[in-house]
């Protein structure tokens, strides 16, 4: 049995939940999948309009499409970024340029490979052989310092500045940079997750409730630590030594946590 799910909790802050999250299979061939997470950006007003619109108008857009369009990746690549960039203009249009905006993380699975299209800091992981692996890389302004080594990539969530993130929609046409990435579907579990979940949990903690919960439970445990566990987080020493920067210390239920998820066979 396969199992596609979403899971969403407002956290123990926002006064909204901004997230947005899709699951759905292609009313003409169930084989074809859609993954959507969007977080609507909170600095910036109707963070959740702008969230909604992006997912649901991509959900249409997937429906309207015939199997033999969405069996051909690499068109598919070219009309969805394209779409995307459609989509931005038409929220610029409506309420302006910097008024809202939303991160996107996209997965669409066809009959033999995974396209997945990432703009923002949300999150695409993929798990394979008992490992866990992002596929995705952070637009963001200290994704550079884990890409050039400076850094571990758990490390990042404690800089002051690792919310600051480089490409988005519906901020400005320029900010509108939509990375794609192919993969074969060789994977047991495919998930997304916005920056709530992955700013609190590291990749080891998440690994290891995919080992040990119930494959239908996985969801539920995610968004339960990211939101309501003190993960004890300290900010590292070697940190302090090495950078003078304002740190800070990420703590559960902080921001709006969603997850969406694909497992092939339970």
């Given amino acids: 049995m396969e199992i596609l799910q979403t899971k969403t909790d407002i956290g123990l802050v926002r006064k909204h939940n901004e997230d947005y999250a899709v699951v759905t299979k292609h009313s003409k061939n169930k084989n074809i999948k859609l993954l959507i997470v969007a ?45 995307i960039k459609k989509l931005n203009s038409n929220l610029i249009k409506k309420y302006g340029e910097d008024h809202l ?46 890409e050039e080594g400076f850094v571990k990539k758990d490390d990042l969530r404690y800089f002051k500045n690792n919310n600051i993130i480089s490409a988005c929609i519906g901020i400005c046409k320029e900010l509108c940079i939509v990375t794609p990435t192919i993969i074969d579907n060789d994977y047991d579990i495919i998930f997304l997750v916005t920056d709530g979940v992955s700013d609190v949990l590291t990749d080891k903690k998440i690994k290891k409730i995919i080992r040990r919960k119930k494959k239908e439970k996985i969801l539920d445990e995610i968004i339960n630590e990211a939101v309501n566990v003190n993960q004890k987080l300290k900010i590292p020493f070697h940190l302090k030594r090495k950078y003078t920067s304002n740190y800070i210390i990420p703590y559960h239920g902080r921001d709006n946590a969603t997850c969406a998820m694909y497992i092939k066979q339970v």
């Fill in 39 to 83: 977080d609507g950006m909170g600095g910036r007003n109707k963070g959740e309009v702008a969230s909604k619109y992006i997912a649901t108008e991509l959900e249409k857009w997937f429906h309207e499409k015939s199997p033999k369009i969405l069996n051909d990746t690499e068109k598919t690549q070219d009309l969805l970024t394209k779409y």
């Fill in 101 to 146: 905006g939303t991160t996107l993380t996209l997965a669409l699975i066809n009959k033999k490979e995974t396209l997945i299209l990432n703009v923002g800091d949300s999150r695409a992981y993929i798990y394979k052989k008992r490992k866990l692996l992002q596929i995705t890389e952070d637009d963001s302004d200290v994704w550079a310092f884990y």
